[in-house]
């Protein structure tokens, strides 16, 4: 009775067996893998077959089979002249093989695919909106950046020729004797000043002046009293010397 019975073909006996490439494999892990392949070939056939595989295999063998002379639409063609595989038409300029039919095997309504495929395009149109007025942002994001570090750059340059034109203005003045500035803000003031006396006299010096308008100003001061210009770095002789050799009166007349 043992004997008889098959043996386990996954047990550790069989499992022991030196089965790798190259080396002979014993007979009965051979017999047992080939009653497999065999057991699973029979599975496959025997498998039930759905409604829509068998409805498939069955157009398909319809549709790949040729037309037969059992056909009436077939027989009219060949009692009027039409050979098989000849192009339709008079002249035969028309089609060869037969218009393919288009299987619906869904059960979305007629249209639903149309309708599908519009609300993607209108999904992938949006889309792309998004993306055109996103890289729209960033440029103008980058744009205006590029013009606050711009701005900022020119303030900086600005603040740093109105301290060159007091520092300029105080020297100038201290030359001449002036004692005091014409303007508290002419002159570079110290820092240890009281704050007190600071507000006290931001508030009837005109000191709210932007940095642009003090500069302005006080160059235009220097230029009128002294003959001086800050760009040019040259104190000139008179009035006429300094309309001759300056460029202007501006930074930019410089540039």
Known sequence: MGDEEEEDYMSDLF??????PGVPMVRRVREAL????????ANEKNRQK????????????VLSSALGNENK???LLLKMGYKSGQALGKS????????????????SGLGHEEFKKRKAEEKLENYRQKLHMKKQANEQA?????????NKQEERKMEGDLRKSQRACQQLDIQKDIEA??????????????QKDEEKDDECTGSDLSVSAKLQILTAYLREEHFYCIWCGTTFEDA??????CPGDSAADHD
């Open 240 to 245: 006429e010397d300094l309309s001759s050799n």
């Open 15 to 20: 499992i022991k067996e030196d089965v790798r």
């Open 181 to 194: 500035p014409k303007e508290i803000w002419y002159w570079l003031q110290p820092e240890e000043e009281d």
């Open 34 to 41: 080939q009653k497999e392949e065999k057991q699973k070939e």
């Open 142 to 150: 980058a744009d205006q950046f590029r013009i606050r570090f711009k």
């Open 73 to 75: 639409g077939f027989a």
């Open 92 to 107: 035969g300029e028309g089609i060869v093989e037969p218009i393919p039919l288009n299987i619906k095997t869904g059960r």
């Open 50 to 61: 759905s409604v829509k595989e068998e409805e498939k295999e069955r157009r398909d063998l």
